[in-house]
């Protein structure tokens, strides 16, 4: 059975540095999502996109989070300067309209920022 | 603005009883409610969602509009069962995000 996969599953850096985490969708689905959870909160929505474009974004995906398709298979998320409070487990999800716009979602990327 | 509650942290049980993971939602339109579960070191996947109204691994859930709740049940609870349980609601059946509530941890004790 497909399932989306996520690279890497650990990653850690230093406070401003730039991280970029990908995903790699279901090969046939066309929406893409990153949620985000931090440690013992709620998982929370950042963006979706279609269409190589922005579909919706929460208040958390401010000017430091960008969000990029840069090939067929390929979803990314860049956070530019990573902040101690962007440490978290970001996962990436997928869907599809024939399954009804059910979210597939991957292991997840624990960001660790230090 | 939408909102889901899950109140309790944590669940324990022994097996073989009954099992209730509460959720309750804040939402002013008609949302779709569903049921993820995240078991030890894996993904998030989707458990049921309550337009389906079907039974999976014999959990169940009933939409009650008037108490704004989307209670998960079980009747016999097993060791299998043990993980994490997220309720979630998305405001219409379309692209839209899912909104999570914190998280009940099921702990079911042989």
């Known amino acids: 059975e497909p399932e989306v996969t996520q690279t890497p599953s650990h990653q850690v850096t230093q406070m401003g540095q730039e991280v970029i985490l990908r995903c790699v969708p279901i090969s046939n689905h066309l929406y893409f999502y990153w949620y985000r959870q931090i440690l013992g909160q709620k998982v929370e929505f950042l963006v979706s996109f279609y269409n190589n474009e922005i579909s919706e974004k929460s208040e958390i995906f401010d000017d430091q989070f960008s969000v990029e398709r840069p090939d067929g298979s390929n979803f990314t998320l860049k956070i530019r300067s990573t902040k101690l409070e962007d440490s978290a487990m970001y996962f990436c999800a997928s869907s599809n309209r024939r399954d009804t716009y059910e979210q597939y979602f991957g292991p997840g990327t624990r960001l660790t920022v230090t | 603005a939408q909102r889901v509650t899950q109140p309790e942290k944590l669940l324990s049980v022994f097996k073989g009883a009954p099992v209730e993971l509460k959720c309750n939602y804040s939402y002013s339109g008609s949302p779709e409610l569903f049921w993820y579960v995240q078991y030890s070191r894996q993904r998030l996947q989707l458990l049921l969602r309550?337009?389906s109204r079907e039974s999976i691994k014999g959990f169940t859930a009933d939409l009650n509009k008037g108490e704004t709740s989307f209670h998960l049940k079980k009747p016999f609870a097993q060791e299998e069962d043990s993980a994490m349980y997220y309720c979630a609601l998305k405001s219409d059946s379309g692209n839209t995000p899912l909104v999570f509530g914190k998280g009940t941890r099921l702990s079911v004790i042989a």
């Open positions: 309550h337009i």
